[in-house]
């Protein structure tokens, strides 16, 4: 994932505590998180002997599609 330059004088703290922060920082922050929660994920489910099998050959599967041709052949 590409860095953020992130200007610390666009962040501050509200007298209640809250954290504010410009859109494109949280919107990279997110991201990260997601990308956490998927190593995640794949973490669990490599444990299994079986699910990793599985996750091997679904990686060899050149059949799959991509979210853009889902949304194309669903009309949306």
């Known amino acids: ?12 703290m509200t007298p209640e505590g809250e ?3 410009p859109f ?5 922050v997110l991201k990260i998180a997601e990308e956490a929660e998927g190593w995640r994920e794949t973490t669990y489910l490599l444990q299994s002997e079986a699910m990793r099998k599985r996750l091997m050959e679904a990686r060899k599967d050149n ?7 889902v949304r194309e052949r669903l009309g949306i």
């Open 19 to 21: 954290v504010v922060v």
């Open 1 to 12: 994932m590409q860095q953020l330059a992130i200007d610390k004088s666009r962040i501050r």
């Open 63 to 69: 059949s799959a599609l991509t979210l853009e041709e």
């Open 24 to 28: 494109e920082v949280w919107e990279h």
